[in-house]
């Protein structure tokens, strides 16, 4: 029971680190013209899809971790369900943080943490990136299955 509990602690904390290092490094890559629209802070159709591409596949790791860790294919399914509500409950709190009134003209660049905090993202990424991260995890734990020796128990 508790090297689950550990393995599911550890994987979020991986999941969590990589896929921040993964952003930093995309938003820096692309800059901010290409992350946002222009003279705007809402993002493009190309960070939306890299969001989306990231999160699935650092997710897709941290399953396979919690499997690899824990030994156990229920632990990694557990951890899928974890990764859906945790992600579910983080884009509720950012769509409730948001405010629709607030300037969205951008001039130049912007560093990461300001563009961050300052992107317009559609609704519709709140509802799909949790089921994105959610499925990501759930495929993980399953490839860590059938290329290892995980229990199912």
């Known amino acids: 029971m508790l090297r689950s509990i550990l393995a599911i602690i550890a994987s979020y904390i991986a999941m969590f680190v ?11 890559a692309l800059g901010s013209e290409r992350v946002f629209q222009t003279d705007s802070y809402l993002v493009s159709s190309l960070w939306l899809t890299l969001t989306l591409l990231a999160s699935f596949c650092v997710s897709v790791f941290g399953g396979w971790l919690c499997v690899l860790i824990s030994k156990s294919l229920r632990t990694g399914e557990v951890f899928a369900v974890v990764v859906l ?53 759930f495929v993980g734990a399953r490839i ?10």
């Open 18 to 28: 990589l896929f921040m290092a993964i952003f930093a490094g995309l938003y820096v």
């Open 144 to 153: 860590r299955r059938r290329n290892g020796s995980a229990e199912t128990a």
């Open 85 to 137: 509500v945790i992600f579910s409950v983080s884009c509720v709190v950012d769509l409730r943080s948001k405010n629709p009134d607030a300037p969205n003209v951008r001039a130049g660049e912007v560093g990461f943490q300001d563009g961050i905090r300052l992107a317009v993202t559609p609704v519709w990424l709140h509802i799909v990136n949790p089921i994105v991260a959610g499925l990501g995890a």
